[in-house]
Every structure is written in C-alpha cells, then in structure tokens.
C-alpha cells in the first residue's frame, strides 16, 4: 500500500473527549470515528488491524475443532423470556418492536440463540461433542459507555459456545478453549493473566477471565508474586453464597421489606410510586439496604443501575452523583446487620417480578459482583453473607506467598455453563441408553475491538502507539526521507516490493512531505519497524531500520533488508 493512497488522516492534537490513550491514539492516528455514544466507525487502519486479530482467532478456533457459523443479530424476545432473562437483563439490553408489535432485542450474547438452534439440530450423543462460534457485532446499552472501543455500545465479540454429553466433556472443551485463548493472546502479542472468575471461594474453576492488565483497566485483579495464583478480586461472589449456605447452621430470617415499608419509603422521597424501581440490595458490608429510585430520572436511573448492575462498573454512582440526586436518603437500612452474622432473606417468585434483587451494598466498592439472580442463587434462597474481598494484605491461597493488586482490562472470559440453558430451553439430544438429556454447555467471548483498545493502552509511549507486530496494521512502513528523489524513491520501492514479495505487510510512504511529518506520522500510527532511505546510508549501500519498540536504529545493507525484516 502507497502512503499517499491510504486514508489515515492524523491528527497533531489530542481530541477533547477521549478519557483513555488507546481513544486518543486511535482518533489521532485517523483510526477510528464515534458515530454516537459508545457507537463507533473504522477507518482502514483500525480495521486491518481487527482483521488480523479476528484471523488469529479464526486460526485458534480451528486449531481446536470450533466451527464458525453466525447467528442473527436480532433476536425474538420469546427466547429471552424462555430462558428468564429477558427481564433480569434490564437496561443493558436493546429492545425494539417490528411493525406488528413483536418483541425483539439486538444480540447482547447468545446463548438463548445457539441453544434454539443446537436443539433443532443436534439430537443424538453421535453428533457430540461439538463447539460453534462467531465474530460478530454485539449490543449493550452500557450504564455509562466510555473509553472508546474498551466499553461501546456496539462491540466486536467472538463468541463460541460448546456442547457436549456430560461435565467431564465439558471440562475437556472448556480448557480445550482455555488454552486456545491463551494462545490468541499471547499472538496478539498481549501481556495478560488468566485469573479465576467465579467460585473462587469453593475452589471450582468454572470461570476464567482473560485480563490484559493496564492502568486503564476496569477490573481489579489479584495475583501472586511467587506463584501463578491469579483471581478477579470479585472473584467468587456466588461462590461465597453456597458455602455460606452449606456452613450456616442456624441463619437468621430477614423478611423482605414489605409493599408497605417500599410505599411509605417512596412517599418519604417524594417518588411517584408507578415509576418507582425497587431494588432490595443485599449488602456486604453488614447492611441490609432498600433502593428505591426512580426509573425516569437520569442520575436516578444511574444509582439504580449502581445498585442492580453495580456488578458491571462498581464506581458507577458516585457518592456525589447520589447526593445530588437526593439519593443518599433513596438508601434506607431497614434491619442493621452485623457483619458476623448470616441471614436468610426469603423473596419468592412474585417479589422477584416487582422488584430487583441484586447483590449489592450501601456502600461503594462493597458488592457482589456479577451476580445474577436465577443465575447465581435460587430467589427464594438467598444467603445474605459477611463477605470479604481478597485483599493484597492476605497470603497466597495457593503457596501462601505475597499478593499484587493490578489493573485489569477483560479480553476474554470463559464460562461453564452446564445445563442451565439447555435446561431452561428444552434442548436435549439422546443419550447412549436412548434418554433424552440436556446438553452440558459452555460459552466464551473475546472482546475483538476491545482486544484491539487493550494492546494499545499497553503499547505506547508519548509520540504513539507501538504495535505488537501481529496486530500492526502494516508491520513495516518504508520512508524516503525525500520522495521526491527519484534515486531514494527507487531504493524505497524496491525495499518495498521486496518486503511485499515474502509477505511483509508493508507501507510505502510516497508522501510528498516533510521527512519530520511522516516520522511523526509512523511513531504515531505505531508501525513496529521503520525503514529510513536517506543519501547518508545509501552510500554505503543501505538503509536505516529502526524498532519502534525501544528506538533502536540499525543499518542494514539493502539486499538483507527481507531477511532482518522477516
Ligand atoms: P465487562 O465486565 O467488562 O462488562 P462482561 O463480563 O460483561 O465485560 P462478557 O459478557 O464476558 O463481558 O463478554 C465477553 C467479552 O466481550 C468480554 O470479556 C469483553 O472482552 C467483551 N466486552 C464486553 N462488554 C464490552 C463492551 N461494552 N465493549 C467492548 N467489549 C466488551
Ligand atoms: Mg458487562
Ligand atoms: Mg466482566
Ligand atoms: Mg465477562
């Protein structure tokens, strides 16, 4: 590809509204455009570079026997509602209606979706194992969209989901996908950990979340500095639950607060009480707290969402936030709890239409995280537990060594699922002995464009981005330092059509422009390699090559150029 042919319009300043340095790189580099909150366009070089992620995944599934189909973006509520989720996933979920007043959502994920297809497919235990997958766009109306492809609306997802007999075939597809991911990463030339996402506290492992770590990363990760014990320190939510389940002896009962006590709180508050979303938080740090907020007011909705999501960005509602919506008082401790205690708080059914229940706290930073009524905990059987997060303070569940706090970035996560969904939809093939049964699943994502964002937010210094080589969008870019000297111009395409000849993905920068411009302009879009074609070295016949990683500068004589390159 010619410079002067490629669309990579650079910008010298820093656009206004990025918050992270992967947005602000990106915009600048002339990679990518917001179209509207959280909804983005690609320009060329954002989209050769998620080409070449999206390649080595599709390598990496192969690699693994996954097969790529792809399912509809739109989905039928009715899925949704046979699963239940179509209410617990609340406003995160894009809904819209066709013209005769169906119900539909654009695909969040999909597992409703490949189970109703599995189930119409796949009958038998002959045709199992089997894994599908997909690349495609997916839709979550975020609290609060941000950071530029790390957290849209619209967002590239892999997503591939496994089916098999039983859990010890589960458990061969799910490390099968783990190591997979593993490998993805490590060629995308990322510094990641996989760490333990869920039922940490019980020592299963049905759940890994593939961290980038980062300054800038969301998630909060804990790691050992002896061994390879890594877990997200929300880690084991759910987990916590059970075995505070098994462990409670005697529990307390906490009745729900009633219609009554939600009524006369809303009254207090001043909330019209039809609008009203009641949430009954169940705290971590020894408060049972009562939310309600009102579901048409901005911030309100936002300390809602604080409450029933908080799970997806605890810092979501600041204290000021709530303060200025009036909301400190919108949480109410109706029973003071001691943090040494565990209680029982019966919901049933009915409640759980009305209400939200989630795992949450009065407290910032003090939640249950990810956790999923129905998913996570029979509704009428919830365990209010004293938790306690891992802390950098204790040892090593592992080796008992010392531990790290780092900042994570979510690529990828991978999950087992088992038969909830095949359960909950109906979907079961026949068994050896002729019985139908419910297929064991798992699922797992990669976030592409956030994959994208991650390396970025890794790589880079104060004049750009420093491309991981596999991911670069040109891996090398040939600059005449005068591209109107036909002798330099002639060396540079020939060292171009060189790189070009043993698959190099090469750019020649043929631009008219100042030699600072187009340096600046590769440091920049972050080009790993640099090949510099001035007189100075053509007169010991070569050229400069230098790494954008550490600066490094070396000659190379022109006819070793493929073979330093390669
Ligand atoms: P998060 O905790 O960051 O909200 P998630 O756990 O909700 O992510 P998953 O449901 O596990 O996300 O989806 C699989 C992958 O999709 C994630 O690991 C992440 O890389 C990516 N992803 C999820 N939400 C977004 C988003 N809003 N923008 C970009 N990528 C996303
Ligand atoms: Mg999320
Ligand atoms: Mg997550
Ligand atoms: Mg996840």
Same mark, same amino acid.
């Given at each position: 590809m010619l410079a002067s042919k490629l669309y990579a319009p650079t910008l010298r300043e820093t656009p206004a509204d990025a918050d992270v340095i992967s947005q602000q790189y990106m915009l600048r580099a002339g990679m990518i455009r917001k179209m509207a909150g959280g909804i983005y366009s690609y320009l060329p070089l954002a989209w050769k570079s998620i080409r070449k992620i999206e390649q080595i995944v599709h390598e990496e599934m192969g690699s693994i026997d996954a097969q790529e189909i792809m399912m509809p973006i739109i989905q039928p509520a009715e899925i949704w509602q046979e699963s239940g989720r179509w209410k617990v996933y609340g406003a995160e979920m894009i809904r819209l209606k066709d013209r005769h007043e169906r119900e539909y959502c654009l695909g969040p994920t999909h597992e409703e979706m490949i189970t109703t297809l599995v189930k119409g497919e796949v009958n038998s235990y002959r045709q199992l194992p089997v894994t599908f997958y997909q690349i495609q766009?997916?839709?979550?109306? +975020?609290?609060?969209?941000?950071?530029? $492809?790390?957290? =849209?609306? +619209?967002?590239?997802?892999?997503?591939?989901? =496994?089916?098999?007999?039983?859990? +010890?075939? $589960?458990?061969?597809?799910?490390?099968?996908?783990?190591?997979?991911?593993?490998?993805?990463? =490590?060629?995308?030339? $990322?510094?990641?950990?996989?760490?333990?996402?869920?039922?940490?506290?019980?020592?299963?492992?049905? =759940?890994?979340e593939f961290m980038a770590l980062a300054e800038s990363g969301e998630a909060d990760v804990i790691h050992c500095n002896s061994c390879d014990y890594a877990a997200n320190i929300e880690i084991g939510k759910p987990g916590i639950i059970k075995a505070v389940e098994e462990e409670a002896s005697e529990l307390q009962e906490v009745p729900t607060p009633d219609a009554k006590t939600i009524e006369a709180v809303a009254e207090q508050l001043h909330l019209p009480l039809a609008k009203t979303i009641k949430a009954v938080v169940l705290s971590t740090d020894g408060v049972v707290v009562l939310a309600i907020v009102r579901g048409d007011h901005e911030v309100n909705e936002i300390a809602v969402q604080h409450a029933v999501d908080s799970t997806i960005e605890p810092e979501m509602a600041t204290e000021e936030e709530l303060q200025n919506a009036g909301l400190t008082a919108g949480f109410i401790s109706p029973v003071g709890l001691k943090q040494t205690e565990t209680f029982k708080i019966v919901v049933d059914e009915s409640v759980m239409e009305t209400y939200n229940v989630c795992g949450g706290a009065n407290k910032k930073d003090a939640h249950y995280i990810n956790i999923n009524p129905k998913r996570d905990f029979n509704v009428d059987d919830i365990i209010v537990a004293p938790i306690r997060l891992i802390t950098a303070d204790d040892a090593c569940p592992n080796c008992g060594g010392q531990l790290s706090i780092a900042k994570g970035i979510e690529v990828g996560q991978v999950f087992k699922l088992g038969t909830k969904y095949s359960e909950s939809l109906n979907a079961t093939f026949l068994n050896q002995g002729g019985r139908p049964n419910p297929f064991v699943m798992g699922c797992y994502g990669i976030g592409v464009s956030r994959t994208l964002a991650a390396a970025i937010e890794q790589f880079h210094d104060e004049n750009g981005i420093i491309w991981p080589r596999a991911i670069a969008p040109f891996e090398v870019v040939v600059v005449p330092i005068n591209a109107k000297d036909e002798a330099l111009m002639d060396v540079s395409t020939r060292v171009y059509e060189a790189l070009k000849a043993i698959g190099v993905d090469a750019l020649l920068d043929d631009r008219k422009e100042r030699a600072g411009v187009k340096f600046k302009d590769a440091d920049l879009i972050g080009y790993p390699l640099r090949i510099t074609v001035s007189k100075n070295t053509l007169e010991s016949g070569a050229v400069e090559m230098k790494i954008r990683k550490n600066g490094e500068a070396i000659e190379v004589p022109i006819d070793e150029v493929t073979t330093v390159v390669a």
């Open positions: 766009n997916k839709y979550r109306d +975020e609290r609060r969209p941000r950071y530029g $492809l790390m957290r =849209s609306r +619209e967002f590239i997802m892999k997503d591939a989901y =496994s089916f098999d007999i039983d859990e +010890e075939g $589960l458990d061969v597809s799910y490390w099968n996908m783990y190591h997979a991911y593993e490998r993805v990463f =490590s060629r995308c030339g $990322l510094y990641f950990k996989p760490v333990e996402a869920d039922s940490g506290a019980i020592g299963g492992s049905n =759940s890994h």
